[in-house]
């Protein structure tokens, strides 16, 4: 009998080590092939977000402990940021909030980061900045140099783009010169964190009007996205745009509609709308600008389309939060022993959600006052670029002597100035014997000069001038549209709106909405 036993136990013995080898074996492979998957989803969060987005979703369903999961939840994150998909991005870099005491400093770090940035694009500045902060403690746990100068890298960029995203530049600038001083020698061997760094200072002197600086920034930031050869599409839209813009406001409008192509180009691979909509108001605007109006009314609208989709976002993304720090709360309030301690937590979250929606209108009226702003100032360039005289050849066939068109270019500024163009009988036969000329000779000078037909040139001179009274007259905002037409030359309401619209890329309507508007915040503004 136990000769049997000891014949059984040579038996099994080697059958239960192979088994437990084979085992250990398909464990490590598991292992290192998540691992390889991981790697993998990372490589593809700034070129293809969807397929990181895949890979994460998968490997969120192997995850076995707190550490695992925060990573792959911030991937998710990062992903869902580079598409511009807000919520969804709150949804995974706020979920881990129980789990954060169980993580390295390094990834509670990443994440806090993260949560600041999506914080600073709802314009939650205060909260962003505290998470911030939070993240500079846990970096001084931090032993490795190398690790810690990249991951102060990230921060000090976050809370430098705090700043350009409200047009403190001068503040910008001042923690741009602390960064690099401070990591001087780092960012002399990390091409990718300098480069960031190049981006935001040319940003910064875009917004101070020294294009010159911007341009010595930008060839920089240019020059080492070419040696960094990554494929960041998310990043080479924003570049892009921003060259784009810098050409716009250099009045270089070929380059500049150049420039946005490309960007557009980028962000439709990873199908960002925030980046989109942007893309889509500075082409507006620079054909606006070069007085191309078919142009300019494709792409406005193009704006205002994606403008209402990406508004809608925002506001899911502000109710998402509110939903989530609540919930948070509402853990907290079922570990506390007293009573009044929990009305105290659920009247926090009453003010977090008053606060969240005063923040998200008052960030919708400022974005309408800005766009107002732009309009009229680029108007004004179009206005500008109207009444300058250029030295270009007269339609072929047309000779007029030199004498003929100096006499004729002074009575068309003196009729600018005369406001006779509100005459809704004017027409070019009647402006040239008024000017004692033959039409052929006066619509040649205007086409030379003003680059348009006259019926163009009148109606622009019309709609400045109605414009103008909307602007600095505060009763004609009250006034019906059938007088305005009827003040600014034309016979009907519908023609005046028509044209108005083909001009200025909105009806008259909106504009004198908008205009209501920034005189309300004008006079709350007066009245604080």
Known sequence: MNALKQHNSFIYKPIIFVGLYLSLLFSTHVIAQENDLMLKAEELIYSNPDEAIKIAQHLLKTNKNAQEKTVTKLLLAKSYLVKGDYNQSILNAFDNYSQLQHIDPSTQIEVNILKANLLKNIFLDKKAKEYLLLASKLNKEIVKTKLKDSLQSLIDIEKISIHLSRQENDKALIEIKKTEN??????????????????LKEQVYNNLTLYDSASVYMNKTLSLLEIEKTNNLYQKSLIYRELGKLYLLKKEFKKSEENLFIASKFAEIINNPIVLTKINKDLSINYLASNKKSQHKVYNDKYLVLDTQVEQMEQESVNTLYNMLTSQNEVILKNEAKTYQNYIYLLLAGILAIILIGVYFLTKNINKEKRLKEIIKYLEISRNNYTKPTKKTVTK??????????????????????NKFLNNEMSLAVLAGQFETNTKYLSGVINKHYHDNFKTFINKLRINYIINKLQNYPNYINYKISFLAEESGYSSHSSFATVFKSIIGMSPVTFIKLIQEERKELKSKKAL
């Open 397 to 418: 066939g047309i000779h007029i002597p030199e004498d003929t068109e100096k006499q004729i270019l002074a009575k068309l500024k003196k009729f600018e100035m005369s």
């Open 182 to 199: 401070k990591l001087n020698h780092f960012y002399k061997n990390n091409i990718s964190e300098k480069k960031n760094l190049y981006f």
